[in-house]
């Protein structure tokens, strides 16, 4: 009966002691689970942080270029739109020349010489002459045909204007010798022989200064000057303001 008991005790001591320890290992496991929980949704929670911070990285990179692109695609929109639908005169902030207050913009004056030497042995007249011609023209633009186009947010004006034409020509002759041994008593035929040459002169000089290729390049240089100083000189606020002179045939 004792050894029974005995056993009976000893089973349940057994028991006692199994239940123990697998109720200490289910709290191990337990508390190793929630530690990997916890580990995997600071790891999880790190990454998404990280990854947030570099997608931020990558958006303002990807924004800053998008900008760029649309603001150069505005740009060349404007301008054409500008170009062939307007030929804008006046544009607010940007101030152009008004073509109305002046028709043909003189631009330059250039002068060209002539001198002329005759012996009495060369005509019949037996006249000896001598003369200096100088011959002056001025080269102009006609502002009537001018077209501006105006680009405020890029601060650029785009003038087209057509190649500078010559005008004005005039003539002045100085005497340096004459003497008429023929007809001394007869001033006309002297006067005549001084007029004819004096035409002869003009008329060669005026051809020789139409294409003289120097002068017309420096009549479109001056030309890119006054027109461009005289846009910044109506806009004083833009000191960053760009001219661009374009010639059109």
Do not use: C
Request: glycine share 2%; hydrophobic share 35%.
């Amino acid at each position: 009966m004792n050894n029974t008991s005995n056993t009976q005790q000893v089973e349940e001591q057994v028991k006692k002691k199994t239940f123990s320890f697998f109720y200490i290992f289910i709290i191990v496991i337990g508390v190793a689970i929630l530690g990997v929980v916890f580990y995997s949704v600071y790891l999880m929670r790190d990454t998404v942080s990280n990854g947030a911070d570099e997608l931020k990285d990558v958006y303002n990179l990807t924004k800053d270029a998008e900008i760029e692109k649309w603001e150069e695609k505005y740009h060349d929109d404007y301008y054409d739109m500008a170009e062939k639908k307007y030929h804008v005169k006046t544009v607010a902030n940007i101030n152009v020349i008004d073509e109305q207050e002046i028709s043909n913009l003189e631009v330059l004056q250039v002068s060209d010489v002539e001198y002329f030497t005759e012996n009495k042995d060369d005509n019949e007249y037996k006249i000896t002459f001598w003369a200096k011609y100088t011959a002056t023209g001025v080269y102009y633009v006609d502002l009537m045909q001018a077209e501006y186009i105006v680009d405020n947010n890029h601060n650029t004006v785009t003038v087209r204007l057509p190649e500078p034409k010559i005008d004005k020509f005039s003539i002045d002759d100085e005497i340096l010798f004459k003497k008429d041994d023929a007809f001394d008593d007869n001033y006309s035929v002297g006067d005549n022989f001084a007029e004819n040459k004096r035409k002869e002169a003009y008329s060669k000089l005026e051809e020789r200064i139409r294409s003289n290729q120097e002068l017309f390049t420096s009549a479109k240089k001056q030309t890119e000057i006054i027109v461009s100083n005289w846009i910044k000189t109506l806009n004083p606020d833009r000191a960053d303001l760009t001219v661009f002179v374009e010639f059109v045939k």
